[in-house]
Structures are given as C-alpha cells and as structure tokens.
C-alpha cells in the first residue's frame, strides 16, 4: 500500500525527470541463496529483448527471429549493477554495444529502471543500449545468455561475506567462473574491483586459478577506457574515493582451454 | 497464530523430505540386481541364482540412513551406492565386497562411475560434485591422499541425477533449479571440470532424472524427465531441445480425473533400452509404466502404449541390463511410519520384452510378469523386496506412494508464496518484531500524518522523528522503516512526532527550522 505510493512519487521521472533515490530505499543485501519468486526466463531464447532496447527491436519483433546474426545480442553484463552507475557511464562509450544491468534487490531495479527511462526521454537518441533486469545472476546467468554471447562481464564493489561459511554467497568463486566462463566469448574480458582487501584477493586468486581465464597485462590494462570508470562510474567507486579508500581490481580474459 | 501455523507446517515438511524411495539398477550385462530402499542394499545374483551376503573391505561403516543412489560402472565391474549418510560406498560386483568408503561433508543426492571405471563422482546437496579416483590405474596423476576434489558444482541446488556420456567425454548433471549441464570432462578431472559444453534449459519444474541414449555407433542423446511432467529429448552437445513429450496428454485419458487433478505427475525415473528406441517411464501417479517410441533419427517421441500394473504399484525406480531384455521395476520407500525397519516396504516388478518389435505394433503388449513368472521366483523375491506377501498389502503400498509424493514435493518443487504471505513473513522477522496492539494503531497514524505533512511540504517526503523512551525509539522507528518502506527517514533531526500522554497518540511537529 505505502510503498506503492513510493514508487509512484519516484517514478515521476517519465518525463525525463531522474529518479531520485531516496524513494528506492533498499536494503544493503539480498540473500542469493533463497528460492526466487520473480520470473526467470526458462532459457535465453525467451528474454524478450524488445521490452529492454524498444529502439533496437521495435514493435516486439525481436522474439521472433533468433539465430539471425545481424540480430543485435546483449554483449555486455554488469552483475550486481547496483544504481546503475557504470551501465550509463558505458551507455556513451559503446553507444552501439547492447548491454544489461543485474540486479537483485527489486527497489534498486525499479530506480535503474526509471533512471534509464528518463536519461533516455532527456538525451533523444541516447541510452536505448542499456537496460536492467531483476535477477539472481548466481542462479540464472545460463537463463539470460547463451554460450560465448558475452564481451564483457563486470562485477563491481560486490558483497564481500566476510564469514567463511558465507564465502559460497560471493559472487565470484571457482564454480560460478564456469558459468561466466561458458556466457563469455574467448577473448572477453572480466572486470572485478573491490574496495575489500580480502575479497580482491580472493577473486584474483579464484580468477587466477581458473584454467578458462588470464591475467590481462598492466599496460593492456591502461589502456583500456573502460579501466576508469570501475571506480569512478558506481556510486561505491565514489564513495571509496571520497574517503579516499584503496581499491583492489583483477581484470581476467577469457582464452580457450589449455590441455 | 499465523506464526504458530508456519512453524507447523514447516515441522511436516522436514520430516516428510526423510522419506527416500527405493532405487533398482540392473548389472549392465545382467549379472545381478540390486535393490536399495532405506539403507538397507539388497543384491541378487542372478547368474548363481542366489542372494549375495555383501562384505566390506574398507574400513568404513555400513550406510546408516537413506541411499540416494546407486550405480554400475558401464562393464560392471564397480558399484556405487550413497545417500543421506554422508557415505558413498564403492563395490567391486564380482565378489559385492566394498572397497572402498568415502565421506562426504554433505548428504549426497547422485553418484556417477566413469566409463572406465577410473572415477567416483557424487554430488552433494549443496550442489558440488566431488570426484574420486579408483584404484591405481591414474599413474601421472599427481599423488593425492584420496580424499574427494571438489570439480565443479550447481549454484546451491540439489543435483539430482549425473550422468557420464557414452563416450565419457562429457558428465551431465540435473538439477531442482530446471536445469541440465553438460561438463567437459578434462584428462586431468582432478583439477575441476571447469569447461561447460552446454545448458540443457527447457524444464519448466525441477528434472528429476537424466539418461543417455543412442543407435548403435550413432550420436548420442539425452532424455530427461521432470516435474513439469515432461520427457524430453535433447542434442546435449549443442543444448537444443530436440523433442517434448507431454505425458499428461496420455495419462490424463487412463486416471481417473480427481487423480490428475492435483496435477502431479511428475516423472519419476526414466530408462531407454539399449537399442535407443524406446524410452520406459515411470509417473508419480501412474500405476504402471509408460512406454514412448524414441526416433533419434527424427528426432520424436512419440506414446507407445502404457504397461500397465496393479491399482497401488507405482513404480518409482527403473533399470535394464545392455543384455537381457527386462526392465526391472520397483517401489517403496524408507522411513515409513508404522513400520518395522526390518520390513522396509519394497515390491519389485519386472516387464519382459523390454525392445521395440518393429512388425509386433501394438498388439503384442508386454505383459508385467506374475510374481510365479519373476526370474528365480520366490528367491529373487525374497530377497530383494524383503518378504513376500507385500502384494497384498495393499494399503501399505497406498501409504508410500502418498509419503513419496509429498516428499519429491517438499525436496525439489519451489515453494511459492503468494505476496500477502511475503509480507506477513516479513512483518513477523525477529528484527522487525514489535508489540502487536500499538502496531497497527502506529502504523496508521503515522500515514495520516504523512498525508498533512505531505501536503504541508508539497513533496511526499516525510521525515519523521518518533520521541519516546530510547528502546521504545528504536523498535518503532524501525516498525515505520518497513511498514513505509520507501517513504521513510526516521531519524531525521528536522521533525519530530510527538508521543502524547497515553500510548497511543502521536502528535506531529514540523521542525521550524524545516526546509520547505
């Protein structure tokens, strides 16, 4: 009842007003580990992409016609998306590139999903390339994209679990790598950073031990433009740099096996 | 009281998961049976034509609660029973003496011998599959203590049945979760199988059992069945879905309505002869066993007939030899109540001619065998359902089914909540609890005094500042935190809310030096 009223009062950014945020109160976490009660799509073949890129698949004919490769395929994931940060900082930067926020806690989506409608409304022509979606990427990624459909993965400031026994709730660990491995093409390149010491050590070390992934040089690293906006495009890259914290990036590329 | 009918409900449910049905595997070239149900492993053997007495060599303790699985090795050389345990128990079949014993962290839901016989996998409840190597035979492999290594794993669902190809390239697992994976097994599995061939993603409900299939020297496919009553045929290598097969459209014509009506029918097990043209399947409510006719080269599955069995015998596990033509079939279930555990309920069915006739059709129908007409008769009998009058026991058998049915439902079907129960389970979290008779008083005057704020601002925000003994504070702002979620920033030093001299009043107070 009362929160519908708040969703309301912060979806008045149709008309290209932002969202503000304070109406999307959320919890810091949401427990990947429980049964999802929003819908999945059973395979990739049904995500429905004219719901996301109206402008890429007008009129709903994007179901249709899978299989056709000049058909447009979401290239890029940034898991556990947040407030949407990066997805618009990367809007701009591949305004051509198809790509897709992941988010679980359904207040955070609802705030991307009005921030991207009114960026949208307010820059013409401008970030119809960005959409979000509400999901528990530890569970459905295979559900959302085929195999090799993916470019770029992004996992940026995620939860740290600092307990050991909740070390399985992290959001890179050797056994999910597999399925980010699988959604991503060879060559594709996965970007962690963390403000968490331990966690980025920790993701370095599972990036590192996995056969399907390798260390990208450090000049590689520099320059690539996408490098920057880790910590400078998400509200907690921010954050860490006004209190003028450390961040901690493992930044892999996907290669075919060695055996 | 809702919490009181919650906790309720909850309690039924953990104890009817316990119930664990019975399993059958058939020796690959007929050999032997084996039949678990409970932790109870019953072998018959059927070249000596005699009971086996099972011995163990390995040092580690016989299985003390259900058996989840079982599984020959291909040639048949190695058995592999493990469940609810922890244990997962290794047989060589020549002898039925256990060689060797592994523990497992968690309950263990499947367990797979690789083609050569050189691997154990199981898989455990947290969705992990552990791997073991057998005997001596992995000379390079680097020395290991032969514990379990950990290769690769479900995100946090419970795998129920693993599968190694035909050609041992690949291991496919199942899940709760819909899904179906299909692994690369790496030369070196000790280090992860961490390459994924591909998702088989078409279930709509949990797969509750997986099974290769293929012409001879052919390609290789899989079928599975589920519990959105479903066999489908799959091209796993490249994760299409190559045929569906509805089993309601046929079963629905044979039960009676009211027996369909709670729509469970979930596939239970699934077993191809070896030729790859038929597909035997058992159906949580169907009394007897459902043929298809499978055309891998057309890829179909097409209703063959239904074989069917007395009124209450509804199978719950399947097997063949690659040799004999016999589809072994069995029901029961462990942990009964009212039963001694001596007489763990179990009957055994067997369906001869168990291949496709291609000139017979439909008028030569198989026929389940009498009990005078099993193979070895009363002594295979006796000693792989434990006693030999459990066909008349008719309502015993009612009673499995029944526990089985709830337990397959409570273990793998998702619960869904409508959002009214959602929302009454938040309200009733520990963190958010709070007296129940100002609650609602509270609750309802704080949103009319955001209706007059939010005018008085001309901006729905309210900030609301509760003013009362520091406990009382705390606990109530955190009540309007969730009841207003979205709304909210109690706390806010720019108003206050007022409590008057009895309890339940609450008088607002804009702050004067508010931002308007």
Known sequence: ?259 | MEDAAGVEEAEVGGGAAEFAPALVAAHPLGHSVAVAVGPELRVFDLTAGSAVSLSDNSGGGSHSDAIRAISFSANGVLFASAGDDKLVKVWMTDSWCCIRTITSEKRVSAVAISNDGTYVTFADKFGVVWLVTMGESGGEQEPTDNKPVSIFGHYCSIITSMKFSPDGRFIATADRDFKIRITSLPKKPLKGAHEIQSFCLGHTDFVSCIAFTCLSEGPSFLLSGGGDSTVRLWDYINGCLLDTYQVRDKVGELLEPNETEDSNLSVADICPTNDGSLVAVAIQSLNGVMLLACDLIAKKLSFLKVVTTEKCYIPTSLSSSFSADLLWTVMGASNMPNQATSQLCTRLKIIPHFKKDPLAGCDHVPAVLEDSEVPHGEKLLLALQGSLDIAKQEEVLASVLAALKVSMHKMLVKKHYSEERREQRKRGRNDKKIKKAGNEYLTCNVLLWQEEYLQHLRSPVCRLHLICSPVEFHRKTMQFELDLDGILFPGSKNSSLMRKGNDRELEFIPNPGEDG
């Open chain 1, 1 to 259: 009842m009362t929160s519908g009223d708040g969703s309301n009062g912060g979806g008045a950014g149709g008309q290209g007003k932002l969202p503000r945020k304070r109406f999307y109160r959320a919890r810091a976490h949401s427990n990947p580990l429980s049964d999802s009660h929003f819908p999945i799509p059973i395979s990739p073949d049904e995500v429905d992409l004219s719901q996301h890129y109206p402008r890429y698949f007008p009129s709903g004919e994007g179901e249709g016609c899978q299989g056709d490769a000049a058909v447009p395929r979401i290239r890029f994931a940034d898991v556990g998306c947040g407030f949407g940060g990066l997805l618009v900082g990367l809007s701009t930067l591949f305004p051509d590139t198809l790509m897709i926020g992941m988010e679980l806690r359904d207040k955070v989506t609802e705030y991307v999903k009005e921030r991207i409608l009114a960026l949208r409304a307010s820059n013409p022509g401008k970030y119809d390339n960005i959409s979000v979606v509400r999901t528990n990427s530890m569970k459905y990624i295979p559900n959302y994209f085929r195999k090799a459909q993916l470019l770029k993965m992004f996992f940026l400031f995620p939860d740290p679990h600092f307990k050991e026994k909740n070390h399985r709730r992290r959001v890179i660990s050797m056994q999910l790598l597999d399925e980010y491995a699988y959604v991503m093409e060879v060559g594709g390149i996965i970007y962690t950073i963390t403000d968490v010491e331990e966690l980025g050590e920790w993701m370095r070390s599972c990036l590192e031990k996995h056969p399907l992934f390798e260390a990208i040089p450090e000049e590689e690293i520099k320059a690539d433009p996408v490098v920057k906006l880790l910590s400078t495009a998400t509200e907690e890259g921010q954050k860490v740099a006004r209190n003028g914290g450390q961040t901690f990036q493992a930044i892999f590329r996907r290669i075919s096996l060695q055996e």
